[in-house]
């Protein structure tokens, strides 16, 4: 083992655990688009979240908290330029 080539070893393990290749490397563009497609012949069943959500045209959602928040701030700040403006007036009046 110690006269292996570390390369080499990572292969043969990975050849070990069937991680070397993935099923459809060998598939071309439209063989892809044939089999995981909207219409495509892989069932809803056999595929990952991510194929699923490019299938049926979903986003993909972020759960971090994070994500565009300029609609909530455009509405703050309207809010407070009605109720300032309504202040103005009760004040003047």
């Known amino acids: 083992l110690a006269q292996v080539?570390?390369?080499?070893?990572?292969v043969s393990v990975a050849r070990?655990?069937?991680?070397?290749?993935?099923?459809?490397?060998g598939m071309s563009a439209s063989e892809l688009?044939?089999?995981?497609?909207?219409?495509g012949t892989a069932s809803d069943d056999g595929l990952s979240a991510s194929q699923l959500r490019a299938r049926?045209?979903?986003?993909n959602a972020r759960h971090d908290g994070?994500?565009?928040?300029?609609m909530i701030?455009?509405?703050v700040v309207v809010l407070?330029?009605?109720?300032?403006?309504?202040?103005?007036?009760?004040n003047q009046g």
């Open 5 to 10: 080539p570390s390369r080499v070893l990572a």
């Open 16 to 25: 070990c655990v069937g991680r070397d290749t993935m099923g459809d490397d």
């Open 33 to 39: 688009r044939n089999r995981y497609g909207p219409k």
């Open 56 to 59: 049926h045209n979903i986003e």
């Open 66 to 70: 994070g994500g565009d928040s300029t």
């Open 73 to 75: 701030i455009v509405a």
């Open 80 to 90: 407070l330029a009605i109720v300032a403006g309504v202040a103005f007036k009760m």
